[in-house]
Each structure stands twice: as C-alpha cells, then as structure tokens.
C-alpha cells in the first residue's frame, strides 16, 4: 500500500495528461488512472507514486483517500468548452458540440463529475497542493518541481521536456492510443479559448451557474487571473494552526418551512461544510444540544408543526395565549425533542452539562434561551432587522418580547453585533448600536434560470398556474408584507392589463391576512397557491413575467434577490434595505402609495423586451451576493 503517493486530481480537461507526461519524460515517474470500472484495482494503483482520477473525493477507495492530493485547476470555462469537443472528436464523434456544451455546463442530476464548480468545491479542502493550468502550461518545470517533498523525484531531464505539439503528433505516452487521434485529444492548451468558443447565453449560463467558485479560486468574469481568495489561502495555507471552538446556534434548522432566517442559518452550515477553515472547530447548537454540522443539516425540517385542521394546532394556540412566554418556549422545545426521537440525535454535550466554547454566533437574538448553558468569551450576534421597535404593529407580542429580550441578553454579553445590510445597521445607530455589515447571499446552484420544459409543466401543473405570463409575489401571509397594498394596486389596473397577467400570490399563511381582502373586481385574475416547495421556487421564478415585493420594511430581503437570480424583473419597494439588493437592476415603487406600486407594475408590463432586459439585469446584478462572500466576512468578525 503506497500510503506516501499522491492523488492527482482534476476535472476532466484541465491538463492532467500532460502533467502526466512531463512527470514521465522529464523525470522517469510513471503514474495510473483511476476509475470506478476501469482496468486497474485500487490494489494496482498502489504500485504507483501517483494516481490520476477525475472522481470525487467520497468515490475512492479507501486506500486512495489516504493519500495526500494535487489538484490541478483550470478556468472552468476552459474546461467545458474542451470537454465539449473530446465528446464531439473523440467519444461521441459527430454529436453537437453546442449542446454538449450546455450539457457539460448545466451538468444536470450530478453528470459530468458533479459539474465545475462542485468538483472544486469537494477536492479544494482536501488539497495539499493546488496547480493551475495556466501556470503549468506556462512555465511546466516549475510547477511540477511543487511536488518535491509529496513524492520522491529524481533531477529533472529538461531537455526531454514535451510540448503541446509533440503530444498532438502521438508521441506521447499518456493520452489517446488509437492513429491519429492525439491531435484531437490535446487540441489547443490555449488560455481563454472559451472566449471565441462559447455564445452569448453559454457564457452567462456557465458564470452564473459557476462564477462564484471562480471567483474563490482565482477566476475573473472578464478572463484576468487576479490572486485568489481570503477563502481559498485559508483552506490551502492554514492548516497548521490550532483551532478555537466555534458554536453557532442553529435551532432555526428544525422548523418545517423555510423563511429568510432559516435560510440563513441553513446556509451557514452549508457554507461550514464546503470551506472548513483550520483556525476554527465548528459546531452546531441545536435547542442547547451540540451537534456536528452534518446531524444539523441533516435535521432540517425535523419539527413538523401540526397541521391547521388538527387538535395539535389549536392546542398550540391555546396554550400560546394561556401560559407566560418563558413556559410556552419551554414545552414547545420540549414537544421538539420528542419528535426528533424517532430520528438519530447524537449529542456532544449531555442535556444538562455546561457547554464550553471561545465564540458563540446567536443568528437569532430571539433564541438567546437556548445558549443559557453556554460559557464562551466572546458571542456575535447576527441583526436581520429591528422592526419589532421600529414597527411593533407588523408583529405578535410574543414575538416583539422576544426579539427585545435577546437584544437585551446581546447587550448584557456585550456581544459584537452584525447586521445583513446597511438600513439594518443604520437602525441600530439609531439605538446606539455598533455592528458589522455583512450582506446575504444566493445559492446560484440552487437559484437559476429553468430551461428544462418538463419541469416548468410539472411545476405549472401541480400548483395550477395560469397558461400564459402571471405577476409572482412569494412571501408569508402576514401585514408586513404588504399583500393588500399589492392587491389593491393590481385591482387598479386596466382590466386587459389583469387579464394578460394575472397576480399569483405564493406562500403560507401568516397572520391578519384573509381573502376577503381582495376587490370583487379582480378576484378571477387573483390566484393563491399557498406553500411552494422550495425545489419549485427556481422553476416558478422563471416563469413568472415579474416578481413582485412590495413589503413596508424589510431586513435584507432574499426572495427579490432569488427572483432576481432566475433572471426574473422585480418590482419591489424603494425602501429600507431592498434599494441595496436591487439596485439599478429592478423597479422601485413606494409601498406605501397604492398608485407608486401600480404605477411599477405598468411599467414591467409595458413589453416583452423590456422583461428580458431587465431580466438580464436582475441575474448579474445577483452574482454581487454570495453566501460564500458572506461566510468569509463572518470569519473576519468571529476573529476580532
């Protein structure tokens, strides 16, 4: 077993065969590929210092996952218009070389290796050393001299060293065996190829799709090759250090439906789990029980609430209203921990034990009573918004004694504070508060343009949608949202104008908010649909001709920037943080005026081709926002 070799990790096109080459002329290192059917057992590969795959990191066998990794990155760009081509020349010849090229670039259901930027994100943390392609080809004996110290090298032949054009005149001794196919299997070894190879649509679908891994790793929108990322040097260069203990609270994860702070939280143990940093031990809190981040994730939705027509239901609002808040939370948490028994609960900390910790993240102050057993130095909280001061009468009082009370506990620890945009800041200003702003961000993975027919019908289908275009507003049911504001300005369009664009209204019910608030005159055109799941949202997005938020106030606002990142128009309200996330990208209106609102809902109606060019406009405007860009400035915070 060859424990002191080395994976050799790529995505397919991105150089390996010649690095592979250079290693075999230039210094006598002969190397084998791995593949899950291929003709070498893991048990044959072990002859070999070094051991090339495209597989994902979990798609190893043992004995390979012990070795330690090169990874070999090039511009993804790159390396999907080059995986189109082999398809084209070499394994499919005569297929379509643009629609291998969508294929590679959407890599729908975990085809083509997970796809870029999932293949980078699994192999990048497990890296000991990466190489780019574009270093390599550029200056080969240099980069390959990196290995010294990860495997034994003889001194370097240089004057054996091969170029592009011997490997495509097959001379080489990795690469394609069959005559006169090397020529096709090595192409180009050109940087930026993709410029001239892919169409407008490609290359906005793969940054899109891809941009923000990219981004991380070194990559530019424009084809420049700046520094990469604070992310990336920590995950490549810190791995010496010892760890402080990092808790973050996350008891948001259980709940059945998903909100803005859930989705928050949510993608904060994603972002722990793609970019472990080596300076922080990372763990979850889960109604005062310690958790890893994967039994976190893995108890997403875990609390199923009693449905409306069930006793469960009423009891829960009864005793609401019966017994003092700190009873209710206490029995509803307890009522948590039941459910959950029946699902595998493994807990760090004992019930009852003190939990020990350097920095603890409250990313909701109204679950400061579940860090009660909590002894740390150091607490952040994360601020979404202050509307329980600042509009008191868009709340329940249970809910505005909360929200205070974990203020009041943040103040009593003198916990560092940050908020999710630059109005929430601002608000606590007003309140002599200090905080740090770090925006929110869009999973583009997750929130995209839906070409696939099927799916749109499916989506279309299940939750009755009208044939044609339809306005799209997706929020809870609830004052703050300003649904009767949106329905009364729809109801003051032209009657042909509803007609073309009926107003769909997506999302569960909140509070205060009944049907009978809609006017008798547009109740046809008014479709609620109620609760979407969240594998529709993207799909639904898509279809809509406008999405419309039109809310009195809010914290950040994550629905307009999902919208946004299908590539759908927004009309959304001009103030508070939705000016920050829209920006020029989207039609401002004043919730508070029924004609502004109408007015806004016009103009996106006005033509098809302004929809499309603000529908452009909104999907770039949401490569700003990133989760990852966001996980990295809370690291910045937790290690002041």
């Given at each position: 077993m060859n424990d002191h070799g080395i994976i050799l990790a790529s995505y397919p096109r991105s150089g390996n065969t010649f690095l592979r080459n250079i290693l075999v002329e230039v210094y006598g290192i002969e190397s084998a590929e791995f593949w899950s059917e291929g003709a070498l057992t893991p048990e044959q590969c072990d002859a070999?210092?070094?051991?090339?795959?495209?597989?994902?990191?979990?798609?190893?066998?043992?004995?390979?996952?012990?070795?330690?990794?090169?990874?070999?990155?090039?511009?993804?760009?790159?390396?999907?218009?080059?995986?189109?081509?082999?398809?084209?020349?070499?394994?499919?010849?005569?297929?379509?070389?643009?629609?291998?090229?969508d294929e590679v670039i959407e890599a729908a259901d975990g085809s083509h290796f997970g796809g870029w930027s999932l293949h980078t994100e699994k192999w990048l943390p497990q890296a000991d050393l990466v190489i780019r392609f574009e270093d390599l080809i550029k200056d080969p004996i240099t980069q390959v001299e990196r290995l010294r110290g990860l495997i034994e090298m003889p001194r370097a032949d240089h004057e054996k060293l091969p170029g592009f054009e011997s490997l495509k005149s097959g001379q080489a001794k990795y690469g394609p065996k069959e005559a006169g196919k090397s020529h096709l299997f090595f192409r180009r070894g050109k940087v930026n190829a993709w410029q001239d190879e892919m169409n407008s649509d490609q290359k906005l679908r793969f940054w899109h799709l891809h941009g923000e891994v990219m981004e991380i790793v070194g990559y530019k929108l424009d084809g420049s090759l700046p520094e990469p990322s604070t992310l990336y040097r920590e995950l490549i260069e810190s791995k010496n250090q010892s760890p402080k203990k990092l808790l973050i609270e996350a008891s948001k994860v259980t709940e059945?439906?998903?909100?803005?702070?859930?989705?928050?939280?949510?993608?904060?143990?994603?972002?722990?789990?793609?970019?472990?940093?080596?300076?922080?031990?990372?763990?979850?809190?889960?109604?005062?029980?310690?958790?890893?981040?994967?039994?976190?994730?893995?108890?997403?939705?875990?609390?199923?609430?009693?449905?409306?027509?069930?006793?469960?239901?009423?009891?829960?609002?009864?005793?609401?209203?019966?017994?003092?808040?700190?009873?209710?939370?206490?029995?509803?948490?307890?009522?948590?921990?039941?459910?959950?028994?029946?699902?595998?609960?493994?807990s760090d900390v004992a019930p009852k034990e003190l939990i020990r910790t350097d920095v603890l993240l409250l990313t909701l102050p109204q679950h400061f009573d579940h860090v009660s057993r909590v002894l740390t130095n150091r607490v952040v909280g994360t601020i979404h918004d202050m509307t329980h001061r600042l509009f008191p009468q868009y709340h329940e009082k249970n809910n505005i004694h909360l929200s205070e009370h974990g203020m009041q506990w943040l103040n009593e620890k003198n916990g560092a504070l940050i908020s999710v945009s630059n109005q929430t800041a601002q608000d606590l200003l007003l309140l002599g508060l200090e905080s740090v702003v770090v925006s929110e961000g869009v999973d583009r993975r997750k929130f995209f343009p839906v070409l696939n027919k099927h799916i749109k019908q499916l989506v279309r289908t299940q939750y009755r949608l009208p044939k044609g275009d339809f306005l799209l507003s997706v929020s809870t049911l609830e004052p703050r949202k300003n649904l009767s504001g949106l329905?009364?300005?729809?109801?003051?369009?032209?009657?042909?104008?509803?007609?073309?664009?009926?107003?769909?209204?997506?999302?569960?019910?909140?509070?205060?908010?009944?049907?009978?608030?809609?006017?008798?005159?547009?109740?046809?055109?008014?479709?609620?649909?109620?609760?979407?799941?969240?594998?529709?949202?993207?799909?639904?997005?898509?279809?809509?001709?406008?999405?419309?938020?039109?809310?009195?106030?809010?914290?950040?606002?994550?629905?307009?920037?999902?919208?946004?990142?299908?590539?759908?128009?927004?009309?959304?309200?001009?103030?508070?943080?939705?000016?920050?996330?829209?920006?020029?990208?989207?039609?401002?209106?004043?919730?508070?005026?029924?004609?502004?609102?109408?007015?806004?809902?016009?103009?996106?109606?006005?033509?098809?081709?302004?929809?499309?060019?603000?529908?452009?406009?909104?999907?770039?405007?949401?490569?700003?926002?990133?989760?990852?860009?966001?996980?990295?400035?809370?690291?910045?915070v937790w290690r002041e």
């Open positions: 070999f210092q070094v051991v090339k795959t495209h597989h994902l990191p979990n798609e190893l066998p043992e004995s390979l996952r012990r070795r330690r990794v090169v990874l070999l990155l090039r511009d993804g760009r790159d390396s999907v218009v080059s995986m189109a081509h082999h398809r084209k020349d070499i394994v499919a010849p005569g297929s379509d070389f643009i629609q291998n090229l059945p439906f998903t909100d803005g702070i859930k989705r928050y939280v949510v993608e904060m143990l994603r972002q722990a789990q793609k970019w472990p940093v080596y300076d922080f031990e990372i763990h979850a809190l889960v109604e005062g029980r310690v958790v890893s981040i994967d039994a976190a994730l893995a108890m997403d939705g875990a609390y199923s609430a009693p449905s409306r027509s069930s006793l469960g239901w009423y009891a829960k609002k009864i005793l609401k209203l019966l017994l003092p808040n700190g009873v209710y939370r206490y029995g509803a948490s307890f009522y948590k921990q039941l459910q959950w028994r029946k699902n595998t609960f493994s329905i009364q300005a729809y109801s003051k369009l032209p009657i042909g104008i509803r007609q073309a664009f009926p107003l769909v209204l997506a999302g569960r019910k909140g509070w205060k908010m009944s049907h009978d608030q809609i006017p008798t005159e547009c109740r046809s055109q008014i479709h609620f649909i109620g609760f979407v799941s969240e594998d529709h949202l993207a799909a639904l997005y898509t279809m809509a001709s406008a999405f419309c938020y039109v809310s009195h106030y809010e914290g950040f606002g994550l629905p307009a920037l999902e919208a946004m990142a299908c590539g759908c128009p927004v009309v959304v309200s001009g103030n508070s943080s939705m000016k920050e996330v829209v920006g020029e990208a989207g039609i401002l209106v004043e919730p508070s005026s029924i004609g502004s609102i109408r007015d806004g809902l016009m103009k996106v109606c006005e033509s098809e081709q302004s929809r499309i060019e603000w529908g452009e406009k909104s999907l770039r405007r949401s490569w700003e926002f990133t989760w990852s860009k966001c996980w990295e400035k809370n690291l910045e």
